[in-house]
C-alpha cells in the first residue's frame, strides 16, 4: 500500500459530479508502419497488457481512509480487468475532423470509475476524411485521472508504452506482479489514527521552513500589470460548468515558435505559448463583445520534481499566475509584455519555494475538502466569486524522435485537461517531433462554438509571426484540423 500525498488526494477532493479531473490525450497512429499495414484491436490489448508493468498506475485502485479522515492508498487491485479499461469505437461516416472533435470531447467528459484503476483508453477507427493524417489512421483518446500523474509523470507514462522503432522487444517484468489483499476496516483505522497523530508535528516542520519564505516574499515587488491594475477580471469562463466538454487545437512548428522567441530577450518558448493563448482569448472574446478592460490572467504549473524522483507518478508540481496581456493588440508587445511578467512571477515562486507551497497540500482535510467542492459547485459560488485566474495553460515537453506504439507510428498527440467551476477552460500545450499543439478543452456552455476558438489561435499564432519574423510565405490557408 502506498498512501497519496495531500497534492495528489486533493484532485480527488475537488472532483464534483459536473467537473471530474482526469487529463488525458487524444492520440493519432499511422498503421500503415504496421506488418501488413494493420493494426488489430486484439493486438492493442496484448500490447498494453506487455507493458502494464512499466505504469504503476495501471493496475493500482483507490482505498479510502475511514469517513476520509486521511487521504487514500494506492493497492494493486486483484480484480484488475484490462478489457474494461480499454474500448474500441468508430466514427461513422464520412469520418471528419468535427466528428472525431465531438466523440474525443465527449469520451473526456464522463467521469473513471472510482472503485478500479482510474484510467481508461478508448481506440477510435474510421478517421479517413480527417484532413492531413495518413489513411488509414486511427486514434487512442486516454483518460488518466490526475491524483495518479501530473503532466511530467504523464509524459514519462508515454513513453514508458511507446518505442523508439517498430517491434521493438518490451523489457521484462524485473518482479512477478502480485495483487495487494483488501485491507480491513480495522487495518485501515489504524493507520489513519497514526498519521492524524503525527500530522501536528509534520506541520511544526513545513511551518518552520515557511519563515523564510515569507520573509522573501515580503521583499517581493506585489503582482502588477503595465496600467498597475492587478484584478483579475470575470469571463464568460469564470462561472459554474455544465458537465459537457468541447475541444479545440491547433498544430504548429516548433523551430518557428523557437525563432519568434529570439526576438525579445530573456524569452521562452513557455513565453510564445502564452502569448498565442493571450491574443486567441482576445479574438474570442471581442468576436463576442465580451472583451474585457483590463488583461485575463492564467495559472500555470511549475513542476518541482528533483532528478532522482523523474521517474516516480503522481503529482510534484506547483503553480504561478501570470498576466497572458490580452489588453494588448500588439503581438510583439504583447511578447514583451508576457517575458516581463514571466520573469516577475517565476522570480516571486522561487522567493517562496515552489515545493513548500506543495507541502501545505499535505495538511488537507478529506472530507472537509470534498463538501467544501460539492457545495462551491452546488450553490455556484463561482458565479459569485471574482476569479484567482481565467484559464490554465500548462506545457508539456514530449520526445522530438518519432515514437511507435504496437508498430504504428505516432502522428500528433494533443493534451486533454480538467475544467471546474470558475474556470472554464484549458489549455494544453504537447510539443513532439518537431511540432507542437495547443488545444484547448472548456465548458461546452461557455464555448459553444470550439471551431472558431480554433480559428483565433490559428490567427493569434499567424499575427505574431507577422509580427516578429515577418510577413511569410505560407501558401493556401491551413484547413481545418485539429
Known amino acids: 500500500m502506498q498512501q497519496l500525498s495531500g497534492l495528489d488526494a486533493s484532485f480527488l477532493y475537488l472532483e464534483t459530479p459536473n467537473a471530474p479531473m482526469h487529463i488525458g490525450s487524444l492520440a493519432i497512429y499511422d498503421q500503415s508502419t504496421a506488418p501488413g499495414g494493420l493494426v488489430t484491436f486484439k493486438s492493442i ?15 493500482q485502485k483507490l482505498v479510502k481512509a475511514p469517513f476520509d479522515l486521511d487521504h487514500p492508498y494506492w493497492i494493486e487491485d486483484a480484480d484488475f480487468d484490462l478489457e474494461f479499461h480499454v474500448r474500441h469505437i468508430a466514427l461513422p461516416k464520412p469520418g471528419d475532423w468535427r466528428q472525431l472533435c465531438i466523440q474525443t470531447a ?12 482510474l484510467w481508461e483508453m478508448t481506440v477510435i477507427e474510421g478517421l479517413d476524411n480527417v484532413p492531413g493524417l495518413p489513411k488509414g489512421s486511427y486514434g487512442l483518446v486516454t483518460k488518466i485521472h490526475h491524483a495518479a500523474i501530473d503532466g511530467v509523470s504523464g509524459a514519462a507514462i508515454m513513453a514508458a508504452i511507446h518505442d523508439l522503432e517498430p517491434g521493438a522487444p518490451v523489457p521484462p517484468e524485473e518482479e512477478v506482479w502480485r ?24 506541520f511544526a516542520r513545513v511551518l518552520r521552513r ?65 502569448t ?16 474585457p478592460k483590463d488583461s485575463l490572467w492564467a495559472m500555470t504549473p511549475v513542476s518541482v520534481r528533483s532528478e532522482n524522483e523523474s521517474g516516480d507518478a503522481g503529482n510534484q508540481v506547483s503553480a504561478m499566475t501570470m498576466s497572458v496581456r490580452s489588453d494588448v493588440a500588439d503581438p510583439a508587445e504583447r511578447l ?53 485566474f481565467n484559464t490554465v495553460i500548462t506545457n508539456v515537453p514530449g520526445p522530438q524522435v518519432d515514437l ?18 470558475g474556470m472554464g477552460i484549458i489549455h494544453v500545450i504537447f510539443s513532439y517531433c518537431g511540432g507542437i499543439t495547443i488545444t484547448a478543452t472548456a465548458c461546452r456552455e461557455m464555448m459553444p462554438d470550439p471551431g472558431f476558438y480554433a480559428q483565433c489561435l490559428q490567427e493569434s499564432f499567424d499575427d505574431l509571426v507577422a509580427a516578429t519574423l515577418g510577413e511569410p510565405d505560407r501558401g493556401p490557408p491551413p484547413t481545418e484540423t485539429l
Not at 276 to 287: F, K, S
Not at 343 to 370: C, M
Not at 405 to 416: D, K, P
Open 45 to 59: 490489448l496484448r500490447n498494453i497488457e506487455e507493458r502494464l508493468h512499466r505504469a504503476r498506475c495501471f493496475r
Open 179 to 202: 495483487p495487494d489483499r483488501e485491507p480491513t476496516l480495522i487495518e485501515m483505522s489504524a493507520r489513519t489514527t497514526m498519521n492524524n497523530l503525527r500530522q501536528p508535528f509534520r
Open 404 to 421: 511507435y506504439w504496437n508498430h504504428a507510428r505516432l502522428v500528433a498527440n494533443y493534451g486533454l485537461g480538467p475544467v471546474m467551476d
Open 210 to 274: 515557511s519563515i523564510p519564505a515569507f520573509q522573501n516574499w515580503r521583499h517581493q515587488p506585489p503582482r502588477v500589470s503595465e496600467e498597475g491594475n492587478d484584478e483579475v477580471p470575470r469571463t464568460r469562463f469564470n462561472g459554474s460548468v455544465s458537465p459537457h466538454r468541447v475541444i479545440a487545437g491547433r498544430s504548429f512548428a516548433l523551430d518557428e515558435i523557437r525563432e519568434i522567441k529570439k526576438t525579445v530577450t530573456g524569452a521562452t518558448i513557455n513565453d510564445a505559448i502564452i
Open 106 to 117: 465527449r469520451l473526456h467528459a464522463r467521469p473513471l470509475d472510482m472503485t478500479r484503476p
Open 276 to 291: 498565442i493563448c493571450g491574443g486567441a482569448l482576445r479574438r474570442y472574446l471581442d468576436a463576442h463583445g465580451e472583451l
Open 336 to 388: 514583451a509584455l508576457v517575458t516581463e511578467g514571466s520573469q516577475h512571477s517565476k522570480a516571486l515562486a522561487n522567493a517562496v519555494g515552489a515545493r513548500l507551497l506543495t507541502d501545505y497540500t499535505q495538511f488537507i482535510p478529506g472530507s472537509v475538502a470534498n463538501l467544501a467542492a460539492r457545495a462551491y459547485s452546488r450553490f455556484g459560488v463561482a458565479n459569485r466569486m471574482r476569479p484567482f
